[in-house]
């Protein structure tokens, strides 16, 4: 189940320690620079990460392993120096495993949650092996004077580590003990807690044994050995017997194991085989014996290999490479045996891919792919999302998850802006003419009716529309109380992330003084918005997921406005002042439907304080209309966001928290022009045209409205 590229096992396997001392700088370059995959996978925003110093002449990253549970990505990266540095990346932060430790490190392992870590660190071109944990920090681990070894990867419980112990020249008889000088390579396995070494057995007295795959309970190592005559794939149990796994139909000469299932029964690798040329990938069992593995397009491959096996050992990943291709194809061998090509992600499906990993049940696989711009890239390929399965782009599945994830603040702000309309709804009694006063039993109208409907629209990604019915009634000849009740559909697609919902809208507010005469006003109001909305993760980088979710959102808001009427010749000038308290949450929920990773958020809130001034101008244009003309500014005095959090499946992100986007504009500009004609009889209708600069919209907001009023 661990991740495994054969570039990356063969390298190492060559590894060896003698009198040259210099082919441990050689190889821990191949190891920096051989493995494209596990570099675009080791960080969910590589391009703001990708190393501990971006700004250095030269850089480069290296994601060696992943945790079992995705959550933890190591490897190494460059720092200051260009000098490679042993790192894990969690929740965002590139942690320097060894900062004080060696000329360079690697990290090479990872236990099942990732809180063991098992790594290299090199000092004067010679090597020491350590583990870290948060606790621990980085722990040396000893073998013996003048004897060197390449820790391989780690059990999934994180206290055995598997390898191999490199000769030093060590002359026979054979060592003594596990850690002595040998002539020859030894395959180990390390327990942690009682900081022993065992040394597995060789095919034949004297030969040499690498290590590469452990079993998940630390109980079975895979791997290659020499033989009399060759090298051949073994299976060892620790502190058992060695057996040699031979070849493919008893063929003459070399295999190798490059992976074992988590219970440690079926190992994989890649062998010769009868009557072909190049290797064959195969599955072994106790009961089958070394099956070779056929692939998509057998009559044209030239090599085929399996790097990891599931669980069970029923599913396979790995690669083939054809004569009519131009570079290996991914492959999923099912527990029959039979091939799928898992594609790349090419538009025309013509590309190359690589498949290094899969998960326990065997519907993930991962590994590496090329794309259109000819970039290798990290993918994610389950076969639950569609028949034939679906290949994933990693890095742009993590990127579009952290963006639309910070979109979510920004979409949060139209019901904000939804609610906010709401607070601005009411009603102008009528007030008579010669004595300025209301009264329910003298001339002015005791209460109000008004039809609504509304449109807005912002080019950055935003349609709104809303009907709706405004009541007022005179309290006494200075005071009214009204209250709005509005149905509405609001559509968000910003950068194709989209919010929609059909929402409800509950306002009520108490007014002092006469709006439209001279003289002081002050409005009380509050208001709710209320929706449930689907949420739809966007699509606009390419093979990515378009996952969707049901949430309940809310909003709420209160305001105190007070304004001053002065008489300008025919005109009413007004200026005002209005500041509101708001706030938007929205509940948590899981993407639902057919998606391979879905994507859980947890409950969110967004709320601001913001005040407003402006001015407002009537003017009437003939006995039965007039215009009024209102404009101002808007500003924050206060703004608060939790950024938007949640867990997905996704590897590298099993948790995120993400801040969300800067304001576009901190002071916002608004104007709307509104007609009112007067129909006779108390009935009128009024036409009105705005638009408003948002918070996270670069464009402004165009908003038309339209009703009807009825005065009792």
Do not use: C
Not at 55 to 70: C, F, K, N, P, R
């Amino acid at each position: 189940m661990k991740n495994y590229s054969e570039d990356r096992a063969s390298h190492r396997s060559t590894f060896k320690i003698s009198t040259n001392a210099r082919r441990f700088a050689i190889v821990s370059t191949l190891a920096l620079t051989a493995h494209p995959v596990f570099a675009q996978t080791s960080s969910p925003t590589m391009e703001e990460i990708p190393t501990f110093d971006d700004g250095a002449l030269v850089t480069a990253s290296d994601a060696v392993d992943v945790s079992a549970d995705g959550s933890v990505v190591v490897g190494n990266a460059s720092d200051s120096g260009t000098v490679p540095r042993a790192f894990a990346y969690v929740g965002g932060t590139l942690v320097d495993l060894a900062p004080a430790i060696g000329d360079f490190s690697f990290a090479t392992g990872a236990s099942q949650d990732g809180s063991v870590i098992s790594g290299v660190s090199w000092t004067g071109g010679l090597p020491t092996m350590f583990y870290w944990t948060q606790a621990t920090g980085v722990v040396n681990i000893p073998i013996s004077a003048g004897v060197y070894g390449e820790a391989n990867d780690i059990s999934a419980d994180g206290t055995r580590i598997v390898g191999t112990i490199y000769d030093n020249g060590g002359a026979t008889p054979p060592p003594a003990t596990p850690t002595d000088p040998a002539p020859y390579d030894r395959a180990f396995v390390w327990t942690r807690a009682t900081n022993t070494f065992v040394t597995l057995p060789s095919l034949v007295a004297g030969g040499d044994t690498y290590g590469y795959d452990i079993s998940d309970n630390g109980g079975v190592v895979v791997g290659r050995a020499t033989t009399a005559t060759a090298i051949h794939a073994f299976r060892a149990v620790v502190g058992g017997a060695i057996t040699d796994l031979g070849t493919i139909g008893g063929a003459t000469g070399s295999s190798r194991a490059n992976g074992v299932s988590g219970d440690g029964l079926v190992v994989v690798g890649q062998s010769v085989a009868p009557s072909v040329t190049g290797q064959r990938a195969f599955r072994w069992s106790a009961g089958t014996g070394m099956v070779q593995l056929a692939s998509t397009d057998e009559a044209n491959v030239v090599f085929s290999l399996a790097n990891a096996a599931s669980q069970d050992g029923s599913y396979v990943a790995g690669a083939a490479r054809y004569s009519t291709t131009p570079g290996y194809r991914a492959l999923r061998w099912d527990e029959n045996g039979v091939a799928q090509d898992l594609g790349d992600l090419t538009t025309g499906n013509t590309g190359t891919s690589f498949a290094n990993g899969i998960s326990a049940d065997g519907s993930v696989v991962v590994g590496v792919a090329s794309n259109d711009a000819g970039d290798s890239r990290g993918f994610i390929w389950r076969d639950a999302v569609k028949p034939g399965g679906t290949m994933l782009d990693h890095i742009n599945t993590l990127t579009q998850v952290s963006n639309n994830a910070a979109e979510q603040a920004a979409g949060a702000h139209y019901m904000d802006k939804l609610v906010q309309f709401t607070l601005g709804q009411s009603l102008e009694l009528p007030v008579d003419g010669a004595s300025g006063q209301r009264s329910k039993t003298g001339l002015g109208r005791p209460y109000s009716i008004k039809v609504t409907a509304g449109a807005a629209n912002n080019r950055d990604g935003n349609d709104t529309a809303l009907a709706g019915l405004i009541a007022a009634t005179a309290l006494s000849d200075n005071l009214s109380f009204g209250g709005s009740f509005g149905l509405g559909k609001d559509d968000d697609t910003l950068t194709g992330f989209g919010i929609d919902g059909n929402f409800r809208t509950f306002g009520i507010y108490l007014q002092g003084g006469h709006p439209a005469t001279e003289g002081l006003n002050w409005k009380l109001a509050t208001a709710r918005s209320a929706a449930q909305v689907d949420i739809t993760r966007s699509t606009a980088l390419p093979n990515t997921e378009r996952g969707t979710g049901t949430a309940d959102m809310s909003a709420h808001a209160t305001s105190i406005e007070l304004g001053y009427g002065m008489q300008r010749g025919t005109a009413l000038v007004t200026p005002f002042l209005r500041v509101t308290r708001s706030s938007v949450q929205r509940d948590g929920y899981t993407e639902t439907g057919a998606v391979a990773f879905p994507v859980t958020y947890d409950d969110y809130e967004v709320s601001a304080t913001t005040a407003t001034l402006g001015a407002d101008l009537r003017l009437p244009v003939s006995q039965a209309g007039a215009v009024r003309l209102t404009a101002g500014v808007e500003w924050d005095l206060t703004r608060s966001a939790d950024t938007v959090s949640g867990t997905s499946a996704i590897p590298g992100m099993t948790s995120f928290a993400v801040a969300g986007p800067a304001l576009e504009n901190k002071n916002r500009l608004f104007a709307e022009a509104r007609y009112t004609h007067m129909l006779g009889n108390g009935r009128s209708y009024d036409l009105g045209l705005g638009v408003h600069q948002t918070p996270y919209a670069d464009k402004p907001s165009v908003m038309a409205t339209i009703g009807y009023q009825m005065d009792f």
